[in-house]
């Protein structure tokens, strides 16, 4: 790797959905962005950059927004290929992502060899034309610096990124944007060979065409496939049919296209044909999404919305039903996902059989992708977890399995693996992975040996450290050495709840630290950090009429949220994702915070008609306290900090999480390598640690406004109810979060204490709890996830 090679200013020739959404995901990380795109025609004096600022503004007002926070655009400058292409020269990496056609591609890198500073990374972002056509014609030093670099959409959110060289590219040019890929933009990066569809779209589009031609065959119906391919086996919600339309089944259908003339000797290659109802569905301009209608189709009935599905035998659209399997309920209980995949493979009913057909298919087309698109298994997982939001790819699944038997099960179903599959067998290796001294190997085919996965060295994964390192656990939580004195608790209840068995474990774990430790981390690795504090049993106990016994469970958070504050070793929490209610309190009370970018954090619980209970309400006040200033601009910071909680504003990513308040500048921090979050946070702890730590001491000096404070947060909230803009009962909730947060009625501004706060906050949540609306508000929240504003 070239060592000195930095980036700091990236050039993105293209500005449509993709190259837009490139160059914002750049002005994430804090890099300069050059947008440019052509002039448009007939443009008037002024109106020169209008196609590129129409696409930026398109960008920036999507949803989900392509950029961490709306004030990083400014890192992005706009400009025309006519005027402004001579400023490329002053810029780290060129990346084109102009329309898919060689002519076009051409011709940009025509004007790109003017300018282009020798040594200057020059990539393309196509996912489909030959990288070495590309390079063909261009200059020895463009040719040395190129390649491609395949972002998938959206790019700050799905995290494959291929680098595809060509035959002259230089290896650290390579090795660089696999490195900065992984490290700085927070990518899976995966080398791909230059093959037709790389590797992400390869075996994803083989995928979804086998399930298609399966339907065709079989009748089994859309509900049905999008039933069995979703999370339950660790895909995502959207599945099969739901992505196609997301997609866009007319890409679908030009990617396929594409493979089925690319690749003619592909022992799979009939099923790259279009099925007969696909054909139909482009021909009526049934294209999914972006055309209002695809697999799915949704009407408004009445002013709600209907769903109905497509008939893929009559091509009519009949309404949405719900489908059961009797095998899929058997594995409700399973929260594994490898042992739920061996129930689902053996189970004797059509759920079982489609499994069995798609799969065996699938693993070995997978496996004869090797040595083609490929030298590595690792790679076609990786490209599947990342591009595709699979939780384990073919070789994984195949791991869950069992390699000897499933292979024997495809061989009677008349799928064959390739031969470096029964060979690996032979040499004794009898799994695709393994774990070895807390890291993941692979298992390497030239060499018949495992090896670590490259680049991977650096990462710390709970996975990998979970079953040899283990000091503590219970029902859901687990306690892990991390070494060099300083260790981990995860919680595994259901969405990382915290409940009691969450509270014990935060205590056990701040226990063992302070007696043989250096500090302790807080993360996970699940889909979430934690959505928050158990509702089910504060509704359950409410609802009962256990106020005492409410009273000192909320006394017992508390008190768990404090002991993180004052501990006598340093607690670092590292949430990535939802980090709500509870999760964020927990956050609040850290020592640092390592925050994952895509982090989505947020006091909520006034949504289910409370007030945050474990110390966050109390937090607030602490922390507007060390913000005030005499005058106006202290009410202004008291309206915004009550504000934040009476809206339960939650962060659209960690860099929001400082805006809002949740996350402190200065103190806490954003990793964008979800992979080296944990090894992050270690190293925070440490270096806490290794400073000399001081336990604190709790806090007497918190200056509460009182009843100047109080008032505007009783005039704001009837005011909102007098224009209707919330109930009566968010009046009561609100006044109530007024009240703790202005250190209740106090004459005039007064210094209290923590605990002083933590009372009153504890009372006001006790008190709403007696509230039949806020019961209902939770009831609903439990039985349908739906907000209820009563």
Excluded at 117 to 125: E, K, M, Q, R, V
Excluded at 389 to 404: N, R
Excluded at 468 to 490: P, Q
Excluded at 774 to 785: A, P, V
């Amino acid at each position: 790797m070239n060592a000195k090679r930095v980036i700091k200013k990236v050039a993105v020739l293209g500005s449509g959905v993709m190259g837009s959404r490139i160059a914002c995901h750049f002005a994430n990380i804090g890099l300069q962005a050059l947008l440019l795109d052509i002039v448009p025609k007939d443009a008037v004096a002024g109106a020169r950059n209008k196609l590129v600022n129409d696409a930026l503004a398109a960008a920036l007002k999507s949803s989900p927004s392509p950029i961490y926070n709306k004030t990083l655009a400014k890192n992005i400058t706009t400009g025309n290929f006519e005027d402004d292409m001579p400023k490329i020269a002053g810029y780290d990496w060129i990346i084109e992502v102009v329309v898919e056609r060689l002519d076009i591609k051409k011709l940009v890198f025509d004007q790109v060899e003017k300018y282009r500073t020798p040594g200057t990374l020059i990539t393309s972002n196509t996912s489909g034309i030959p990288i070495h056509l590309m390079a063909e014609g261009r200059s020895d030093d463009f040719k040395k610096h190129f390649c491609g670099s395949h972002f998938f959409n959206p790019p700050r959110y799905l995290k494959l990124l291929e680098i595809i060289p060509a035959a002259d590219t230089l290896p650290e040019v390579t090795d660089f944007l696999l490195h900065f890929g992984e490290k700085y933009l927070g990518k899976t990066t995966v080398l791909a060979k230059d093959t037709p569809a790389f590797i992400g779209n390869r075996i994803g589009v083989f995928s979804i065409m086998s399930i298609l031609h399966y339907a065709d065959k079989t009748g089994i119906s859309i509900e049905e496939v999008d039933k069995l391919t979703g999370p339950v086996i660790g895909h995502p919600k959207s599945a099969t049919f739901r992505t196609s339309d997301v997609v866009g089944i007319d890409t679908m259908v030009h990617v396929a296209n594409g493979l089925s003339q690319g690749v003619p000797d592909d022992e799979a290659g009939h099923l790259f044909q279009i099925p007969g109802f696909v054909t139909k569905m482009v021909a009526n301009n049934w294209l999914g999404s972006k055309s209002g209608q695809g697999f799915y189709k949704k009407d408004k009935v009445n002013g709600a919305n209907v769903f109905s599905t497509l008939d893929l035998k009559t091509l009519e659209y009949q309404p949405s039903k719900k489908v059961k399997f009797a095998s899929l309920e058997t594995t409700k209980t399973i929260e594994s996902l490898s042992d739920r995949m061996k129930v689902l493979f053996a189970a004797k009913d059509k759920a079982g059989d489609f499994y069995r057909a798609i799969f065996y298919q699938l693993f070995a087309y997978s496996s004869n992708r090797i040595p083609e698109i490929t030298n590595d298994l690792y790679k076609i997982d990786a490209a599947m977890n990342a591009g595709f939001g699979w939780e384990t790819g073919p070789f994984e699944k195949w791991d869950a399995l069992g390699v000897a038997d499933t292979l024997k099960a495809m061989e009677a179903d008349g799928h064959k693996p390739a031969q470096w599959v029964y060979d690996m067998l032979a040499a004794g290796a009898s799994s695709f992975y393994k774990i070895e001294d807390g890291k993941r190997l692979y298992y390497d085919i030239p060499s018949k040996s495992y090896k670590i996965i490259p680049g991977t060295e650096e990462f710390i994964l709970l996975d990998n450290i979970r079953a040899a390192n283990t000091i503590w656990k219970n029902s859901g939580t687990t306690i892990t050495d991390l070494g060099d004195g300083i260790i981990n608790l995860e919680f595994h209840t259901k969405m990382n709840t915290i409940g009691g068995e969450v509270i014990e474990g935060i205590n056990k774990a701040i226990t063992l630290a302070e007696q043989n430790y250096k500090g302790l981390v807080i993360s996970n690795e699940g889909a979430n950090f934690s959505a928050g504090a158990n509702v089910g049993m504060i509704f359950m106990m409410a609802v009962e009429q256990e106020f005492d016994e409410l009273n000192m469970v909320i006394k017992a958070f508390q008190n768990t949220m404090m002991r993180i504050r004052y501990s006598s070793i340093p607690v670092i929490a590292a949430p990535h994702q939802m980090a709500l209610g509870g999760g964020c309190e927990l956050c609040l009370h850290a020592d640092k915070v390592v925050a994952h970018a895509e982090l989505y954090m947020g006091l909520v619980e006034f949504g289910v008609g409370l007030i945050p209970g474990g110390g966050g309400t109390k937090e607030f006040a602490l922390r507007l306290s060390d913000e005030l200033q005499d005058g106006d601009i202290e009410m202004n910071n008291f309206r915004d900090r009550f504000l934040t909680i009476g809206q339960a504003k939650v962060s659209t990513s960690a860099q929001e999480a400082f805006e809002l308040g949740y996350l402190k500048k200065g103190r806490d921090m954003v990793v964008i390598s979800r992979n080296r979050l944990l090894a992050e946070a270690k190293k925070q702890c440490l270096l806490l640690a290794d400073e000399g730590y001081t336990q604190p001491v709790q806090r007497k000096d918190i200056r509460v406004l009182g009843k100047a404070a109080l008032g505007l947060g009783y005039v704001g909230a009837n005011t909102m109810f007098s224009g209707n803009y919330i109930s009566e009962h968010d009046v009561k909730i609100s006044q109530k979060l007024a009240y703790v947060m202005a250190g209740a009625d106090l004459s005039q501004p007064t210094l209290v204490s923590e605990e002083y706060l933590l009372n009153l906050e504890r009372e006001a949540f006790l008190q709403l709890c007696a509230e039949r609306k806020t019961l209902e508000r939770i009831q609903s929240i439990l039985t349908g996830g739906k907000v209820l504003r009563n």
